[in-house]
């Protein structure tokens, strides 16, 4: 399946208070909860990814992504969960909780913002700081980078 399709399908569920689709949001009640796992989909080696979805203790899971200049934070319960792993079946998968020692970490912020004209996502951790990135600010298709480096003060 295509980026495009995967964002398409995605794109047709209803937006709630605790979802974000915007290019500028804050995820509030996010904060000291713990990541028990995180995954890319659809990732490459080159760091490019389709979508990330975390499960973020008590509060379940939640799936991210970027496109058409924008990013999106949804809560997944288990029928959304089915949803996302059936649209991305058959794309690769990278489990960043284990390979980027994320998993255990407790959550400092997530929150989305535009620098130098492009979408950035960004999920601080107690141990690093993953960052979803558009690879082209002036493409509305353009592919996900994800970044990683230490924490920070934030």
Not at 10 to 31: G, H, L, N
Not at 74 to 100: K, N
Not at 112 to 138: F, N
Request: charged fraction near 30%; hydrophobic fraction near 40%; charge should be negative.
């Amino acid at each position: 399946m295509t980026a495009d399709a995967v964002h398409g399908k995605m794109s047709q569920r209803a937006t709630t208070p605790e979802e974000y689709e915007s290019d500028s949001f804050v995820v509030r009640d996010i904060e000291g909860h713990v990541i028990e796992a995180c995954v890319a989909l659809g990732a490459t080696a080159d760091g490019r990814i389709e979508k990330l979805i975390l499960r973020v203790g008590e509060l379940g899971w939640r799936d991210c992504y970027l496109s058409v200049f924008i990013a999106f934070w949804h809560a997944l319960d288990d029928d959304g969960l089915s949803f996302v792993r059936e649209i991305c079946r058959g794309l690769p998968e990278r489990d960043l909780g284990h390979e980027l020692g994320l998993t255990g970490s407790q959550l400092v912020h997530v929150r989305c913002g535009r620098e130098s004209g492009r979408v950035v996502l960004e999920i601080a951790t107690t141990r690093a700081v993953l960052r979803l990135i558009d690879v082209d600010a002036r493409d509305p298709h353009a592919d996900t980078r994800v970044e990683w480096g230490p924490p920070r003060n934030t």
